[in-house]
């Protein structure tokens, strides 16, 4: 019989619905279940008050990210409250056998980053973490999406979920981005036109020439940010590239059953013909670095243009959220957003805190120094991060810029760990939110890639990567 | 384990406030916890309260005069986004919030309000302004919330309806929560997962180079 044309997501949909009763939910098969301290304490408790097992430690796996501190790990934590959370973690992880890389372990990291470095995360698959940045997984043509913590505790007791199919949003991306554009100013561009609710009840897939040309790294960046555009999953299809990234990775398979994986996954892509619920263009040769401004990861704008005047805005409701953004931020309608003065940068998250994030950072640092009135933070997504950064001598051009080479973490992404703006200050910072307080009480963020961040920290103020001496050759770097 | 969820009336909380993300219902910093206690006191807590933790002047909506004990808020467009803390809800419910009103949730804010007895309740843009105007001119209307009617009553006699997902609606009913819902549906599991190997082992050490 011939099949429906169908897309990448509903080919994994099809793959893993267990029960589909009628006015139900599907019971939706779990493939990977990615575990972290802070949304996991409460669902382990409820296991215990079920007096339920978890049924497929084997499926699990966990990692402490968001409240370990990134000072030297001989350390103590200064935190109590954060180094018991983490203490629980080992004790959840011991009494119900999944395997933790927790602190010290050589795979410790931002658990978006150690997935795909460790080779867990695979095309085709289902794979779920408490923390809404799981999208980041859709990079490899998996269906990865956030849950809160009941689920958390519904996929350990059962290795699934239950979920309604979700709608699908093509974002075609075609064109080829100019030199200091980068994946990060894809994603912003896009958030900025769709608004933060843009995406609600979507998954996006993201296709096209420009999006085919990226590199796996930088189709995590994109894929991970699909959240800030109101979509729980954002897919990429599986390629070439994808499989080269995968190839001889500890958790990817070998030898004959890799031959046979990559046959099954070269089956994944959208069929021709298969249709979208919403589709939307964009042209990445008219893109520029983008910044936000605002509060929101939706206010967004190309860096040379001006701050937004809410008494422009479309409806009243607009306008009165902007004129607050405004008012947390301290601008000005109108306004340029190019030279708006620094305190803080930092560099990393599961966003942009990858070996070849920091490739790009080294690259416009090389032989420049951080301005007098920055701190410039940057902080690997993983200890493997961290050492593949040291085996090629970029934490030394960091340190002779004056910026601050730290362990690996969430850190000021979320500030929960210390790592923190001051009330007032003003950060240019590559993780993906910019929310009120989001980066310390008080503190805000202008969001931006790595080669903006840098090219900040060394003019002291928001600088356009492009203007950098040298940065045709920096732009092609890009992840293995 | 949850009650069942039960008709109400109640006075509204309004914040007309669009896009409120869920880093503004809890704060990062109070993610700390590996229970459940304490969350009351740290919703909306960056709004309510000036750095030495006295109330900000004037006070937030919630520390407002009478509006202790309301169990509605009201709230601009697309709430909920952002980080998936289910903490957000649990802080909501904690204050004794029940049902929150608004154009549009984050798809992941939804499914957590729904699992801890808060209703996210979605209405068109112009019964939503309706609504703001009708608790500015009245702040003390008291509105009925209906589950299984799906319907808002409010103090002139008309009746708002409102979608829910009907499994939501039937678990919130009876009490029940989902995980009992997946566990009578072991047997199926087993034999799904019979039939299909698993993808990856979290286990397995670096096999030797093939
Ligand atoms: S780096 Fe930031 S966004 Fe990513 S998992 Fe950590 S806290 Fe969440």
Request: aromatic share 6%.
């Amino acid at each position: 019989m011939e099949q429906r044309p169908r897309t990448l997501v509903e080919k994994i949909w099809d793959d893993h619905v267990v029960v589909a009763d009628e006015g139900a939910p599907s019971v939706l098969a779990v493939d990977l279940h990615l575990v972290h301290e802070v949304t996991s304490p409460q669902a382990f408790t409820g296991l215990r008050q079920r007096g339920l097992k978890v049924r497929h430690p084997e499926r699990t796996v966990a990692t402490a990210d968001h409240s370990v501190p990134t000072t030297p790990r001989g350390l103590p934590f200064l935190d109590p409250l954060a180094a018991a959370q983490v203490q629980q973690l080992d004790t959840n992880c011991r009494e119900f056998g999944i395997p933790l890389h927790g602190i010290g372990d050589p795979s410790q990291g931002i658990v978006h980053v150690i997935g795909p470095q460790l080779g867990l995360t695979q095309p085709g698959m289902t794979i779920v973490c408490g923390d809404s940045h799981t999208s980041t997984h859709g990079a490899f043509g998996a269906l990865a999406f956030g849950i809160g913590t009941s689920e958390v505790e519904m996929v350990l007791a059962t290795q699934t979920l239950l979920q309604r199919k979700p709608k699908t949003y093509e974002v075609r991306v075609d064109g080829r981005l100019t030199a200091g554009v980068s994946a990060k100013d894809i994603i912003l561009a896009l958030i900025a036109r769709i608004g933060i609710g843009g995406g609600t009840g979507h998954v996006f897939e993201y296709r096209g020439e420009a999006i085919r040309a990226l590199t796996m790294e930088q189709r995590m960046t994109i894929c991970n940010m699909s959240i800030e555009g109101g979509a729980r999953a954002g897919l990429i299809a599986p390629d070439d590239t994808t499989f080269e990234y995968l190839h001889g990775r500890t958790h990817a398979p070998h030898g004959p059953a890799w031959d046979l994986a990559v046959e099954t996954w070269r089956r994944l892509p959208t069929d021709d013909w298969a249709a979208f619920d919403r589709s939307i263009a964009i042209d990445a040769s008219a893109l520029e670095p983008m910044v936000t401004y605002g509060t929101n990861p939706g206010m967004g704008i190309p860096i040379t243009s001006r701050v937004p005047d809410p008494a422009a805005a479309s409806d009243p409701a607009h306008g009165r959220a902007l004129e607050k953004a405004l008012a947390y931020m301290d601008l000005t309608p109108g306004q340029a957003i190019l030279g708006q003065p620094v305190d803080v940068v930092f560099i990393g998250s599961c966003t942009n805190g990858r070996i070849s994030d920091l490739r790009l950072a080294a690259a416009a640092l090389k032989d420049r120094h951080v301005a007098p009135n920055v701190r410039m933070m940057i902080v690997p997504g993983s200890d493997e991060v961290k050492r593949e950064a040291e085996r090629e001598g970029l934490h030394e051009i960091f340190r002779a810029a004056g910026a601050e080479w730290r362990e690996a973490g969430c850190s000021m992404c979320i500030a929960m760990n210390g790592d923190q703006l001051a009330p007032g200050q003003y950060a240019v910072s590559t993780s993906n939110r910019n929310f009120e307080g989001r980066q310390g009480k008080g503190g805000r963020t202008f969001l931006a890639s790595p080669l903006t961040a840098a090219a900040s920290a060394v003019a002291g103020m928001v600088a356009d990567p492009r203007l950098l001496p040298g940065i045709e050759a920096v732009a092609g770097i890009g992840g293995r | 384990m949850p009650e069942p969820y039960r008709n109400f009336a109640s006075k509204v909380v309004p914040l007309p406030a669009e896009n409120v993300d869920t880093d503004q219902v809890v704060p990062a910093r109070y993610l700390k916890i590996t229970d459940k206690a304490g969350l009351a006191d740290v919703l909306f807590r960056d709004w309510r309260f000036e750095e030495d933790g006295s109330l900000k002047d004037p006070p937030f909506v919630l520390d407002r005069p009478g509006m202790k004990g309301r169990a509605i808020l009201l709230v601009g467009d697309n709430f909920g986004t952002g980080s998936s803390r289910e903490h957000a809800p649990w802080a909501l419910e904690a204050w004794g919030v029940r049902a929150v009103i608004s154009t549009g949730f984050a798809d992941i804010f939804r499914n957590n309000a729904l699992k801890n007895g808060v209703l996210p309740i979605a209405i068109d843009p112009i019964t939503h302004a309706r609504l703001f105007e009708l608790v500015g001119a009245d702040p003390d209307a008291e509105l009925r919330v209906d589950l299984a009617e799906q319907g808002i009553l409010l103090p002139d006699g008309t009746t708002i309806d409102f979608d829910v997902d009907p499994f939501a609606k039937l678990m919130l009913l009876r009490g029940t929560d989902e995980i009992g819902y997946v566990l009578d549906k072991l047997p199926a599991i087993e034999a799904w997962e019979a039939t299909h190997p698993a993808r990856v082992d979290t286990r397995e050490d670096a096999p030797a180079a093939s």
